[in-house]
Nanobody, 124 residues
Framework: QVQLVESGGGLVQAGGSLRLSCAAS????????MGWFRQAPGKEREFVAA????????YHADSVKGRFTISRDNAKNTLYLQMNSLKPEDTAVYYC?????????????????WGQGTQVTVSS
């Protein structure tokens, strides 16, 4: 069982930056691939970024490539999402999620554990 708690969301102006964190409980964090997803009002939850268990492989959605960076610190049981050059269309609730294996995936259905989300609002 893994418990995930996101933090770092907030209100920021367009062009600004935020860093989201996801603290994980349990001793097996380092064996899990992790991902970030987001859900805007009235829209389906969508993939943002994913990272393998070691951090050696990452993948970012085209909509955030070059602006967002996923990373992890297995010693701290923490996942991060650095978000730069934020746009109003990035406004959403951001969720971190964990797979029960180490291979990253962009498919939402492959993630077993989910945090409760953190709100990111980007004003124009």
């Amino acid at each position: 069982q893994v418990q995930l708690v996101e933090s770092g969301g907030g209100l920021v102006q367009a062009g600004g930056s935020l860093r989201l964190s996801c603290a994980a409980s349990g001793r097996t964090f380092s064996s899990y691939a992790m991902g970030w997803f987001r859900q805007a009002p009235g829209k389906e939850r969508e993939f943002v970024a994913a990272i393998s268990w070691s951090g050696g492989n990452t993948y970012h959605a085209d909509s955030v490539k070059g602006r967002f960076t996923i990373s992890r610190d297995n010693a701290k049981n923490t996942l991060y999402l650095q978000m730069n050059s934020l746009k109003p269309e990035d406004t959403a609730v951001y969720y971190c999620a964990a797979r029960d294996n180490g291979v990253l995936s962009i498919a939402i259905t492959r993630y077993k554990y989910w945090g409760q989300g953190t709100q990111v609002t980007v004003s124009s």
